[in-house]
């Protein structure tokens, strides 16, 4: 007896409508978050601002295009007054945006991408490649890393050079991208290496394995796909991790002063001294936008994680 | 069994230990130039200086074994070489001379985030949706996005340069001179009040949620059934059956956040000027003075991991169950 063929173009519709009922089940059980929500909204805005400041603000004020009075509290003409060379901080502000995110976001690129990597492997292989794995997960995991991001920045920064640029983006900001990303991918590993070793032992990866696919074509066709939901609650975590160490970098000098990030602002507020002078309108915006798109960050990240793992939720 | 198991995490504490001397080891290897440049600072050396210094610091030996061997055991010995900033004097003095600011600064700012934080949290996570978990919550979610820096900031411009409270930098007043031991004490303390604040209400935020959620998950174990069933008052059952087990987690999350914290908090040193290991980092890191930014990394490395190993000692003492 054959089995009746079965049209290619239904196939297709009941995977489509499969796909979109997932979709529309955790989009609903997402709106019952109100902080998630709340979240998103906060990200949406500072999403907008990062893609087109120019639009709101006019061109990010360098040194010589700066047409304010010097430290110059809040007026008409500068809303959130000026820093000690005359540059608006609402213009500043709002072009750090597309910075703290544009490097927050590549940070956690290679921090998803290395904890995954380690994760997926050490949990899949197992044996002595996990051993060897999770020992050095674990040293990084005991290592103060932001104190090792400190003496590793500089001393990358000093091998190629701090004026060089790479595809646009400069030097400096990429080091500490990859200072980031180097230094936090341990919790993401040791998260994802759970979860792998229980897909591991489900029954569709042992056909698998009986049909002959290989270890690369398990870990990429089975084990990824079933460990996405983590690394997407991870994702959204981590990135406010990474906004929050590149603030804290730039603030202790490692940023770079022509592409002002928000902790790069409070950097140079802290060198005017602008907190001694009474100099409230330099430090308060850039501090108010940090704690509002970490803590939108934290707030979306474990909505997602209770929505996406309900049982695996990972205590913070 | 209890042997084994302090001998276990003995062993792999100093296995940490030694990755980290090594990676140490690497990341001198690393530096920008070759290692004799950098020790003689000067470009125009000739090249019988560089030889002779070369053979004097045993450069011309191979890296593996000899100059590993060599470095090892001067870190052993405590010789981290010499710092650039500071005339060349040894790095463990420099180090030597900030330890205390820091040690005073973090050990009074975790007792307090300790007691503080860990008392809002098992109160939260008792009165589960009362008022004050709903605000704690909120606040602790918020202290938790702000960087130290950005805290003390504002600490620092309300209670400082508004108020002024408080002084606004440094660890004692310049020029205090001959006054009496008491109002020298004074003075400290005074200085001490903001930076200490600043370091427990970043503490605070993590500790409360850590232990709201290592107590409401406590309080849905069976053993707490039971005790409810027997007829103690929920007071009781918190003192007696949730707290306790609840703080076990708690207390070793603490050892292992202390990486992080330690960190963070180094920036709190910038924003009050205090003269600890935190602002000595910065002005290393101005200067690109090498020898002090990678003793101050052993430094803070070897004391987190020693930490954690007390941690876990003493999580092995108190649960029997973790020893197995």
Redesign the interface.
Known sequence: MTAPAVPEQSVRNERLRLRLQAIRTFARRFASRPDGVIGVIVLLVFTVLAIAPSLFVGDLQTATTATGPSLSPPTAANLLGTDELGRDILNLTIHGTRISMVIGLLATIVTIFLGALVGIISGYVGGRVDTVLMRIT??F????????????A??IL??VGANSEFFGIRVTLLVIVVVIGVTSWASTARIIRSQALSVKELAFVGRARVIGSGPGHIMWRHILPNVMNLIVANTVLVF?GSI?TE??LS????GDPFAPSW?QV?NA??SAGA??L?A?WY?VPP?VC??LV??AF??VGSALDDVLNPRLRV?? | MGSRYLIRKVVGACLTIFMIVILNFVLFRMMPGSPDRILLRNPNVTADAMAAARTRWGLDKPLIPDQLVDYLEATASGDLGFSFKFHGEQVTDVLAGRLWPTVILFGAGEVLAIIFGLALGAYSGWKRGGPIDYIGNGISLILYSMPYFVIGILILGVFAVGLHWFPTSGMLTIGGGDDTFASQLLDFFGHLALPVTTVAIGLIGQYSILMRSSVIETLGEDYVTTARAKGLTSGRILRSHALPNALLPAVTLIAINLGYVIGGAITVEVVFNWPGLGTLTVTALEARDYPVLQGIFLLLSISVVLANLVADLIYGRLDPRVRS
């Open positions: 674990d040293f995991l005991v290592l103060p890393t932001f104190v090792l991001a400190l003496i590793l500089p001393i000093d091998l406010g929050l603030t804290t603030f202790i000098g490692l902790g409070l507020a802290e907190m001694g009474g409230w430090v501090s940090i704690v970490v803590l934290t707030l205590r913070r």
